[in-house]
């Protein structure tokens, strides 16, 4: 048996591959841009929802779009301003602390001599290396913004999408062919509200759990509540293992306090963080983001691998985005109204 190829197809062949390359190689070396991009495009569908509220009050697009993205800043900007400084201080005594930490852990660990170790061996090297204390969350945010040049062109270009918002929709709804263009309009808007549902929905749960736990935490006369607090935030958004993350690291402080205190504050975030799955998480985020837990789980690792920790807490609501695209392309969801 014998298979001819023609000289037509070999080339074809050959020029896709050249170009699938090309694209690669380009998005290789683009990708913060690319990233820069994709970040303030989520920023824009965030505010989206604001700014359409300002035009029904009369105020013109434009002006909406900056006051929605001013307020945004400055909300961003007083957090940071009332917790940073606490952060901060707190963290830098945590480092000049560690060996009377260690010293009372030692004590409270004396029975378990295995776990003590362990424990020892990371604060180690945690004082051989305090820039350990520094989450890959800081340090993905400082390498993809790049300072303030970096920040400004975010919210410059979160501005533009903004602004122009009907115009960029209206230019990716021209290039679509016209069979496809009802059910593309559909999936830019379903897939801007899951955005825009979970991110503002997230924060208020993270937020909550933050300040429930600098509460607890001070309550109980826990070192260092605000540093806590501040972590606690972020592992709240984390899928799965972010609960159980809240819960270890408060207790393993709380434990150079005493056993009992740790206990306490095991029990009270275990019973808050059951509070928040059943009733808060979904009073919040409304019930939108109805993903398999194995997708979770999938969406999780492949953000890591790509992006790293940034790439953990984008994945969640990308993977929310796959039930809006089954609806419409695949099951052949009705479109609304009459």
């Known amino acids: 048996m014998r298979i001819e190829i023609s000289p037509h197809t070999f080339v074809h062949a050959v020029m896709a591959v050249l170009l699938t390359m ?100 990371q604060i180690e090297q945690i004082r051989r290396d305090p820039s350990e204390l520094v989450t890959g969350v800081v340090r993905v945010g400082v390498d993809v913004l790049g300072g303030v040049v970096s920040a400004v062109l975010l919210l410059t270009l979160a501005l533009y999408f903004l602004i122009d918002a009907e115009r960029v929709r209206s230019a990716a709804l021209r290039l679509t062919p016209a069979r496809y263009r009802e059910r593309v309009a559909r999936t830019i808007s379903g897939v801007g509200q899951v955005v825009r549902s979970y991110f503002i929905g997230q924060a208020i749960v993270s937020s909550i759990f933050a300040t429930y736990t600098f509460i607890l935490l001070t309550l109980l006369d826990v070192p260092y509540p605000a540093v806590l607090a501040a972590l606690a935030f972020v592992l709240d958004a984390i899928p799965n293992v972010g609960a159980t993350l809240a819960t270890v690291v408060p207790a393993l402080v709380a434990l150079t306090v005493s056993p009992t205190t740790a206990l ?10 059951q509070v928040e799955n059943y009733l808060i998480s979904p009073k919040i985020l409304g019930g939108r983001l109805r993903i398999p837990p194995i997708a979770t789980l999938i969406a999780i690792l492949v953000g890591a691998r790509l992006l790293g920790v940034l790439g953990v807490f984008v994945a969640i609501p990308i993977a929310g985005m796959l039930p809006v695209l089954e609806r419409i392309w695949i099951t052949g969801e009705p479109r609304a109204g009459p």
């Open 22 to 121: 090309l694209a690669l190689r380009l998005a290789r070396e683009l990708s913060t841009v690319l990233l820069l991009i994709a970040l303030s495009l989520l920023l824009a569908g965030v505010l989206s929802h604001f700014v359409a509220r300002l035009e029904r009050i009369g105020i013109g697009r434009g002006l909406a779009s900056v006051l929605a993205l001013l307020v945004a800043v400055l909300v961003i900007g007083g957090v940071l301003a009332l917790v940073l400084p606490a952060v901060i201080t707190q963290t830098s005594a945590l480092i000049d602390n560690l060996p009377e930490i260690t010293a009372r852990a030692q004590r409270a660990l004396a029975p378990y001599p295995t776990i003590y170790n362990a424990i020892q061996r």
């Open 264 to 273: 306490i504050a095991v029990v009270a975030i275990q019973v808050y963080q």
